[in-house]
């Protein structure tokens, strides 16, 4: 595998369910991010990973859950959603320090809350 | 954080080039312009990034005014693949990483 990778590409899940989404990145990365695009909106950063260490929260509720176990994985784990929820999770990663370091992102999963 | 100002659309004809403007007037001096694109419900792809200097890679050159104030995206010959939306992102460096603001974009249709 090379780059960034999520699973699933597809969720459908109901508003009391639990679930995960996963993202790996094989690019020797040490920063990691979750964005939120739903239709007809940009996309919106929820939170950044830097070394592991949570930087950046923005202002995401608290049914979203991410967690960063180390520089390569990163999960975003999902309860008790809203229809509303329903969008593409993309994930990204970059390298860290300076300004001048792109970020690269996986395919998405798109999620539905039914 | 700086804002930019894209056009909604944009149509090219196969084979010729496209030209896509960006509006950054609030750049700061030290904020670099990035450009990246989205096909159709795809993760965003990187293109290119410049602070003052025109820029030149395999996909595209990005040329930035001298004020820094405005720049524009050239795919020196579109192609059908290149359909897709443009997004023009003025970052800001904080905590060690670069926080990029999307916004609408420009929805660039290449065509026959």
């Known amino acids: 595998e090379t780059g960034v990778t999520q699973t699933p590409r597809h969720l459908v899940m109901g508003m009391t369910n639990k679930k995960s989404l996963k993202c790996e990145q094989h690019?020797?990365?040490?920063?990691m991010y979750w964005y939120k695009q739903s239709a007809k909106k940009p996309l919106e950063l929820m939170f950044v990973?830097?070394?592991?260490?949570?930087?950046e929260n923005n202002s995401v509720p608290s049914r979203f859950s991410p967690e960063c176990p180390n520089s390569s994985h990163l999960f975003l784990h999902l309860h008790t959603l809203q229809p509303e929820d329903s969008a593409l999770y993309l994930c990204a990663s970059s390298s860290q320090g300076t300004q001048t370091y792109e970020q690269y992102f996986g395919p998405g999963t798109r999620l539905t809350v039914t | 954080d700086a804002k930019t100002t894209q056009p909604t659309s944009m149509d090219c004809a196969e084979g010729r080039a496209a030209n896509l403007p960006c509006n950054h007037s609030t750049i700061s001096g030290n904020e670099y312009v990035y450009w990246y694109r989205q096909i159709h419900s795809q993760g965003p792809q990187y293109i290119i990034h410049g602070l003052k200097n025109n820029e030149t890679n395999e996909m595209a050159s990005l040329i930035i005014t001298e004020d820094r104030k405005s720049s524009t995206l050239i795919l020196p010959h579109a192609t059908l693949r290149d359909t897709a939306v443009y997004y023009c992102?003025?970052?800001?460096?904080?905590?060690?990483?670069?926080?990029?603001?999307f916004g609408a974009g420009t929805r660039l249709a290449v065509h026959p």
């Open positions: 690019l020797g990365h040490n920063a």
């Open positions: 990973y830097n070394f592991k260490e949570q930087t």
């Open positions: 992102i003025v970052s800001h460096f904080s905590g060690g990483y670069n926080k990029l603001i």
